[in-house]
Structures are given as structure tokens and as C-alpha cells.
């Protein structure tokens, strides 16, 4: 199975981006994986909030496949701790789906549309995070869960 992270909007930070690279790198090591980024709408104040998202969910509907198992990355998902998680990619990874992806959208999050075609909601915090830190934070949870997964020393419990 292909696990692949969709971002809505470049990230602006060299240093962020590095060590968004960095764990990459590690998560590649034990399955396919990439990070996907979906083109911020460019509104220059003329589109409302809720447009902006609109479009934003067109352009990433297209970009899904009818077997994909989309899990939105969402402040309203199901919380988990980080042996849940492992256990719930081990679970995505024995089903029939060809491809797990993780979306992170842009800072008015998801639209209707999204929330529809989404099979699964997961919040990392009850907190409010920026939707660019975020990403690292759910990099770092994809490799712990790997590390969880292959019983190595990297998640202390």
C-alpha cells in the first residue's frame, strides 16, 4: 500500500520544509510514502472564506481515486494516542485499499465536498495548530507509528 500526504499550499519555512524532509526520509524506509501539495487558491481578498475552500476541495477531489481511503487530518476528528494510530495504519495497510491518504487542508479547512468523500476524520490535538506546523507534527506520528509497528526503540512506553 502507497501512503501518500496531501497539503493544501507550499510551506514557507527552509527549516520546516528540512525537517519535513528529514522524517520523509525515515518513513520511507519502511513503505511507499510522498507528500503531495495541492496549490493554494490565490484570492487577493475577493473571495469569501467559504469559496476559497470550495475550490480549494475541487482541486483536491480530482486527485483521488474511487479505492483511495482518504483520512482528513481535522481539529472535529478522532483523537488517538500513538499506539491507536499504529495499530490503525496496520489496520489500513491489511484492507483493500490501494493507496492511504492523508489530507491537511488550508487554513479555512475542508469543504463539504471533502468532508463527504472523506472515510475518516483524525484530530492530533485538541489544540489549534497552523496548518503548516502541523504537517511536521503528523510526520513525526507516521514514523513513530512505523518505528510502533517494527517494534524499534523510538516510542518509549
Keep these: 500500500m502507497q ?16 525537517m519535513m524532509e528529514d522524517y520523509k526520509k525515515r518513513i520511507q524506509k519502511y513503505h ?13 481578498g ?12 475541487d ?3 480530482n486527485r483521488f481515486k474511487e479505492n483511495d481511503y482518504l483520512v482528513l487530518l481535522d481539529e472535529t476528528g478522532k483523537q488517538m494516542d500513538s499506539l491507536f494510530f499504529s495499530n490503525f495504519i496496520n489496520a489500513r495497510r491489511m484492507g ?45 506520528q507516521l514514523y513513530r507509528a512505523n518505528t510502533i509497528l517494527t517494534n524499534e526503540p523510538y516510542h518509549n512506553k
Excluded at 501512503?3 to 528540512?18: A, F, P
Aim: aromatic content about 10%.
Design 3 to 18: 501512503t501518500i500526504l496531501y497539503v493544501v499550499g507550499k510551506t514557507d519555512s527552509d527549516q520546516l520544509n528540512s
Design 32 to 44: 511507499r510514502f510522498e507528500i503531495l501539495t495541492i496549490p493554494d487558491i490565490k484570492s487577493r
Design 46 to 57: 475577493k473571495l469569501t472564506k467559504s469559496i476559497k475552500k470550495q475550490k480549494e476541495g
Design 59 to 61: 482541486l483536491t477531489l
Design 96 to 140: 483493500s485499499h490501494r493507496r492511504l491518504i492523508f489530507l491537511i487542508g488550508g487554513p479555512y479547512g475542508f469543504s463539504d465536498s471533502v468532508y463527504k468523500r472523506a472515510n475518516q476524520r483524525i484530530s492530533l490535538s485538541k489544540m489549534t495548530f497552523s496548518h503548516q506546523i502541523i504537517r511536521l507534527f503528523f510526520l513525526e
